[in-house]
């Protein structure tokens, strides 16, 4: 048995007007839902808001990941503060300005360009993507476009 389908049947029904059945509550903050539904072909993730009177949900948002539906939760729940967050695209620059400031900088200490590489390999973890595009110009499969993702 999967570990999401041990998950699922650990759960509660969520009871809401109108939902159709199916779907199992995981977590509930501040009016907020995040919930689990089993579908033909895997589970789809739901956060929801309740409605004013708590017998409904409204406003879901839908995902074939529950790390993303986690993260969707945390931020609409109030669990986090989505301002002080940087998105891919944020990243992204935050890193090909590093690895540029690095390149261009001859004068960078030993303990500074060991916190900056530090940084990246973060960010590289968070966005896999600019490592996979890096691997693809290294094989020369894409064009080096000097621009690190």
Known sequence: MTKLMELYNQLKALQADGLKDGYRKILEHDGHV??????????????????????????????????????????????????????????????SSLVNYVGLNGNLNYKDEKAIGSILEKIELIVPEILRHKKLEDLEIVADDGIEL
């Open 34 to 95: 995040l919930a689990m539904g089993k579908m033909q072909e895997g589970f789809e993730f739901v956060t929801w808001r309740y409605t004013y009177d708590g017998n409904s949900v409204t406003l879901g948002h839908y995902f074939t990941s529950l790390e993303a539906a986690k993260e969707d939760f945390a931020k609409r729940a109030g669990l986090i503060n989505a301002n002080r967050m940087f998105g891919e695209t944020d990243l992204k620059l935050i890193h």
